[in-house]
């Protein structure tokens, strides 16, 4: 099974500052990865599809980039609405193996 | 807009069968490409796929869970359903039903199932 791995675990970070989070597969995925986000007690939004494509709706200060087995999400600029958990997912044995999730990333208010 | 929303208990006994099943409204499940699926996440920790079924029956399991999933649809009440055999502690999570394709883009809003005597 594909494993993907998030670093870091969780940080913390200033409104207005720049954050990355970074997830790697275990094996080569191409663009199969999407990123959500989650607040405590709802369920998780999806933010970006096909490793950098923005979701409808989503602010455009998220970006995804990446393919193969490195992947990144990137904040440009932190809001006090983007304090939550995100994970990464990746769909590239979907729909026959499903799919896997990071184990997620904190992002606190420092 | 669409909706889901997850019912069934909040308990469940050691050894019994969980079962939870998710009301889609807004549109039918019947829509072809997309799939209807369980992810689960316990206390504090991450999410895990559970399984996905499409509308014409067809389903997809975690390989972890497999021998103890089942999931069905229902198009006449539009409504899909989980089943979980032998749950342990370990099974207590908040359970979400969601739509997919490749991503899941509309989900529940999530059931905590306790798992506990």
């Known amino acids: 099974a594909i494993q993907l791995t998030q670093s870091p675990s969780s940080l913390s970070a200033s409104v207005g500052d720049r954050v990355t989070i970074t997830c790697r597969a275990s094996?080569?995925?191409?663009?199969?990865l999407a990123w959500y986000q989650q607040k405590p007690g709802k369920a998780p939004k999806l933010l970006i599809y096909d490793a950098s494509s923005l979701e409808s709706g989503v602010p455009s200060r998220f970006s995804g980039s990446g393919s193969g087995t490195d992947f990144t999400l990137t904040i440009s600029s932190l809001q006090p609405e983007d304090f939550a958990t995100y994970y990464c997912q990746q769909f590239n044995s979907y729909p026959h193996k499903g799919w896997t999730f990071g184990q997620g990333t904190k992002v606190e208010i420092k | 807009q669409l909706q889901l929303q997850e019912s069934g208990p909040g308990l469940v006994k050691p050894s019994e069968t969980l079962s939870l099943t998710c009301t889609v409204s807004g549109g039918s499940i019947s829509s072809s490409s997309y799939y209807w699926g369980w992810i689960r996440q316990p206390p504090g920790k991450g999410l895990e796929w559970i399984g996905s079924?499409?509308?014409?029956?067809?389903?997809y399991y975690n390989p972890s869970l497999k021998s103890r999933v089942t999931i069905s649809v229902d198009t006449s009440k539009n409504q899909f359903s989980l089943k979980l055999s032998s749950v342990t502690a370990a099974d207590t999570a908040v359970y979400y039903c969601a739509r997919h394709r490749n991503t899941l883009d509309y989900w529940g809003q999530g059931t905590l199932v306790t798992v506990s005597s």
């Open positions: 079924i499409y509308y014409s029956g067809s389903t």
């Open positions: 094996q080569g995925i191409s663009s199969a």
